[in-house]
């Protein structure tokens, strides 16, 4: 076997042996912090609304921290019964006043455990603060970094809804576009939902438009499981805005279409979860990831596209409507960048580099034309 081959390989499931490499919480740092929650919800007065907020966020750092929270209500409960056993060799009166105190000190030990149990459980308690809608304006961009490290970039005219809870990190791209960079945690998935398909990842970089019934997907970094959901499983009057993690999780609602690995895109063309179909999944080289992703530079990258396909692109990013005057021209082949946003400067371009005319029909109208001398 050759020799540099065999070292590649080697290189790279070290490569994934690292990165797979998770931080250990330190259990004793959770425990005494948990015993403190403990403490503050056992007192005279309820937890005020910071209180809560606070424990929320501790709650939503791992699954370890909501078991040692309900091990340590266990344990002050059994801890509080101990102390109260009553003593051997006491008189029958005595007895009975430490059962009396001892029940008594029970209810409250036990009314604890339900609280805890509540705060655990009730989803609306592990909501994230970065929950909510997030829009952008036609020929906008804006970068929104969640709680757990993970980033998102929208294009324009998009909008996602974001909702993180201590089992899940979902996200809804409403519409538009969006680029995801996911921090790795193994407890939580990170899902993306748009229609009735679903994008989920764990520990990787891909972006997700959604275009008209389609949906485009390119892999960055890792691998993403596409699949297709049951359309009925919510209203469509309310399936934009609402989650339903329960049902989605049935994996008799979900049929898997295939899994996306970095370096690769393909298209997901939307019906239901029996019509949903995956386009052949294609391998694209860096220059190709760049030009699909260079709108995260403020730039367009065409290369060799039609200029029927570069003024539609272009219409994503403003209010203008571009008209092409006459069908021959809408197959101009185009090449090069255009600064995003800047309608002006693109048509400019168009008309320095390729041989055409832009004429201001109105104030956002623009017909482009063969170029007169």
Request: proline share 3%.
């Amino acid at each position: 076997m050759d020799r540099s081959l065999l070292n590649e390989d080697c290189e790279q499931r070290w490569n994934l042996m690292r990165d797979n490499v998770y931080p250990y919480p330190d259990a004793r740092a959770i425990e005494d912090e948990a015993a403190d929650w403990v403490i503050k919800l056992d007192g005279d007065t309820p937890p005020s609304p910071e209180q809560l907020d606070a424990l929320r966020e501790w709650l939503s750092r791992s699954p370890a921290h909501r078991k040692a929270l309900m091990a340590m209500a266990h344990f002050w409960n059994n801890n509080i019964l101990t102390e109260l056993s009553v003593p051997l060799g006491k008189k029958d009166a005595d007895r009975g006043k430490q059962d009396r105190l001892r029940w008594a000190v029970s209810a409250i030990a036990v009314t604890l455990l339900i609280v805890i149990a509540a705060i655990l459980y009730t989803p609306w308690l592990l909501e994230d603060k970065n929950n909510g809608l997030y829009v952008t304006a036609v020929g906008q961009q804006k970068s929104i970094v969640l709680s757990d490290g993970s980033n998102v970039e929208l294009n324009t005219n998009s909008q996602v809804n974001v909702r993180y809870t201590g089992e899940y990190r979902d996200i809804h791209l409403l519409q538009g576009e969006a680029y995801f960079d996911v921090a790795k945690d193994k407890e939580r998935p990170f899902r993306v939902y748009v229609g009735n398909s679903r994008v989920q990842a764990v520990g990787t970089a891909f972006t997700v438009y959604a275009r008209g019934a389609d949906i485009d997907v390119i892999v960055t970094e890792g691998k993403v499981l596409l699949e297709a959901l049951d359309a009925m499983m919510i209203p469509h009057s309310q399936r934009d805005l609402v989650f339903d993690e329960q049902a989605y999780d049935k994996s008799k609602h979900a049929r898997e279409l295939g899994l996306l690995r970095a370096g690769e895109k393909t298209t997901v063309m939307e019906g239901n979860a029996d019509k949903a179909t995956l386009a052949e999944i294609q391998e694209i080289d860096h220059e190709d990831v760049e030009q699909g992703l260079s709108w995260r530079r403020g730039f367009l990258s065409f290369n060799g596209e039609s200029l029927g396909e570069v003024v539609e692109e272009i219409s994503r990013y403003t209010t203008v409507t571009i008209e092409i005057a006459g069908p021959s021209l809408k197959n101009i082949k185009i090449g090069g960048q255009l600064q995003v946003g800047d309608t002006e400067s693109m048509l400019d371009a168009l008309e320095a580099n390729f041989g055409l005319q832009a004429t201001r029909l109105g104030y956002n109208y623009v017909r482009l034309s063969t170029a007169t001398n």
